[in-house]
């Protein structure tokens, strides 16, 4: 995959590295942030009615959990990694 | 025959003037296409990789006064509908990408909380944050497309 992506333009690949450093923190941890609620707010709405009687509703009460669970872990993730800094 | 106390609540009914019927429905459109342009200014602002921080506070602002509706207070029908505006701060204007694996996922819906199916909620959290997941995804394919292009940070 590296190989491949060697034949990307330099133009475009300086491009692309100045978005990453931006994306890192203006991307990808704020688009968590920002949908945080929303995530939360839906996530304890299945889990209060949890139901595994279909395929469907099995994953989106899994879904529900992990995404709840990666929810309350992610003040402490953004501890550690602003002490990594 | 014994004698019961039973309690129940009946829903406000509001009588609302044609005037006002109409000065609210233009308000609800001016602030629609408002709330449209901002959203829509949002994309290129973030694959131009310029600072998008009043776009996220644009955002939250938008969230909070759509969660307004959560609140287990019986709101007036003009609030109710200036209020549902903001619900372009949940991307319900995104289509759910669930619905493209399981076309029947409006079937799988569960009973929800009367103030959560009010404000157009569902307990199926693949139904009702199937959005944020096209956008989680959309981020993280967009990031580790990033990694891949300049392996090394600079």
Partial sequence: MVK???NI????????????SSYEWSGLLRTWIASYMDLCICGFVQIYSLKFDSATRTISSIIAIIVVGLNLILPYLQEFTSKSI | M???????SLETLFYLTEQQVAVIETTDRITRITSTVAMSSMAPILLSGANPALIWCLLNLMQIFYYLLLINVEY???VKQFLGIFSMGRFQFLPNPVSWITPKLEEEA???????????????FLLSAGETLLIWLLTLFFFLFFIWSCPTHG
């Fill in chain 1, 4 to 6: 491949y992506s060697r």
């Fill in chain 1, 9 to 20: 333009p330099k133009l475009f690949r300086r491009a692309f590295r100045k978005l990453r």
């Fill in chain 2, 2 to 8: 014994d004698k019961k106390d039973y309690l129940s």
């Fill in chain 2, 76 to 78: 007036p029908w003009n």
């Fill in chain 2, 110 to 124: 569960i009973e929800t909380p009367y103030r959560f199916s009010q404000a157009d909620m569902n307990s199926l």
